[in-house]
């Protein structure tokens, strides 16, 4: 990250220091946002997202024990923990200085502070989160796989040490959670990776197809061979071969698989030599592993050939703050791609955002922003800037065996609040309920 696109909040008592701050860095950073008040300190982090807090440590001119920075300090840490914190005193002491980077200070800058210093202070900042992200998200080479989230880091644990061997993996999980992304980021982290990487969407392949496509074929080895043409494995040699919607291919396509992978060797159509492949083999889909496993569907001793490490990418409503994550970084990526200039994410916003159920995960988020920012008249988003299409509605079905009236009614609040687009009054009318009533049950629910 470059000092140019870094978000700055300023937050001091005193508007000449404001005044100060933001012309110094105005010129040199993304944006710059200044605030006297430090209660605004958590709405303005929920509505932007900062890489750098420049917070002052004395907000009564009576006091100056640098307990009220100390204080807002730890509210910033525990909102956001990854956001650096430059602590400005006029008051400089060894001793605060060593309480306030304990506390979690980045650095600890004295008034009047020289230019040069807080500029470094803050490229440093800046470049050490860069060093920082690159490390942690290394699994993404051409893509850009984004997560905070418990779930997401447990995934990124377990690609860390798949990545690098020849491993076959599995991948799981729900449509738009970003399956393809994965595969991409195993090969793009293993030995391979300076050789192809070939998908292949098993899923929607013929019997025919299947087998030309995967396999090859000779010249005249049917109808329309009007050539010789080499196969996805083949393709693939040296590289990676990702076989998307494994779960959907037949019996008869499952044999055929089987056989080349334990042979480890093709024999294209129409071709009487087999030829020796060289491959590593990812795959993926939607179907659970209990569902698998049921023999009548997919063959056992396919999915021990196939899965050597399974990895299960967790769908977007299990992922917790990596939603407000995502969408800044899709609001800022469809606003660069069309010239619009920056945007904020009012409270509206991003608590509808959460209160949505996604069923179609990543995907169904990505394009409800795009959306947003095309239909968008503000520069700062609010919940009515944020539309769902029709097919994007949370499919909240009950099991037929549920019983419990907790979760029946849970699902069905969120299935009216959804149809109503958030508006609390009119969900309370269609639910024949007060409004105070609905607002405790979303409280109990933690909607």
Known sequence: MLLQNARILVIDDDEDVLIALRLLLKPKVKEVVTNKNPNTIQSLMQEYQF?????????????????????????????????????????????????????????????????????EAIRERVEKQQKKQSKKLQLDAETKIIGESEPMQDVFVKLKKVAPTDANVLILGENGTGKDLIARAIHDNSLRKNNPFVKVDVGSLTNTLFESELFGYKKGAFTDARED???????????????????????????????????????????????????????????????????????????????????????????????????????DFYAEKYGKGSFSLSSSFIQKLKKHHFSGNVRELQYALERAIIMAEQHTLEAEDLTFSAIEQPQIQVAQNETNLDAIEKNTILTVIEKNNGNISKSAKELGITRAALYRRLHKYDL
């Not at 605060?96 to 020289?114: C, M, N, T, Y």
């Open 229 to 331: 043409r080499k196969g996805r494995f083949e393709t693939a040699h040296g590289g990676t071969l990702f076989l998307d919607e494994i779960g959907n291919i037949t019996l008869r396509q499952q044999a055929r698989l089987l056989t080349v992978l334990q042979n480890r060797q093709v024999t294209p159509l129409g071709a009487n030599q087999p030829i020796p492949i060289d491959i590593r083999l990812i795959c993926a889909t939607n179907v659970s592993i209990s569902d698998l496993a049921d023999e009548e569907r997919f063959r056992k001793d396919l999915i021990y050939r196939i899965n050597t490490v399974d990895v299960t990418i967790p769908p977007l409503r299990d992922r917790g703050t990596d939603i407000t994550l995502l969408a800044h970084y899709f609001v």
């Open 51 to 119: 890489d750098v807090v420049i917070l002052d440590m004395n907000f009564n001119g009576l006091v100056n024990t640098g307990n009220e920075g100390i204080f807002w300090l730890n509210k910033i840490k525990k909102q956001k923990p990854e956001t650096d914190v430059i602590l400005i005193t006029a008051y400089g002491d060894i001793d605060l200085a060593i309480r306030s980077l304990k506390e979690g200070a980045s650095d600890f800058l004295v008034k009047p502070w020289q230019n040069e210093k807080i500029l």
